[in-house]
């Protein structure tokens, strides 16, 4: 059974930093692409960042390219989320998200998915 459990949200002021984490378990960590979403209160999802299954590869949005970076632990079975120069925008529960082939920034091409974290960024 796989497991994605994310960690390290909570309540930063704007301009300020945060490190999400997922552990992932259950699945052959470094076979999958993984993927970081967001979701705000009465907002679809939407993609933040994604990592190939080497990590060589990566891939923003413009609304976080240059303040957020994922990177990937494949011996740990890890993905990370630095996010930086946070906004009150940035405001949301954060997802972590896996899925058997290339980078992705569609919700429905992922096949499996954490919890949440919360992330609140206060003005």
């Known amino acids: 059974q796989v497991h994605l459990v994310e960690s390290g949200g909570g309540l930063v002021q704007a301009g300020g930093s945060l490190r999400l984490s997922c552990a992932a378990s259950g699945l052959t960590f470094s076979s999958y692409t993984m993927g970081w979403f967001r979701q705000a209160p009465g907002k679809e999802r939407e993609f933040v960042a994604t990592i190939t299954w080497s990590g060589s590869g990566t891939y923003y949005p413009d609304s976080v390219k240059g303040r957020f970076t994922i990177s990937r632990d494949n011996v740990k079975n890890t993905v990370n989320l630095q996010m930086d120069s946070l906004k009150p925008d940035d405001t949301a529960v954060y997802y972590c998200?896996?899925?058997?082939?290339?980078?992705?920034?569609?919700?429905?091409?992922?096949?499996?998915w954490g919890q949440g974290t919360q992330v609140t960024v206060s003005c």
């Open positions: 998200a896996a899925r058997r082939g290339v980078l992705s920034t569609v919700v429905h091409d992922y096949n499996y």
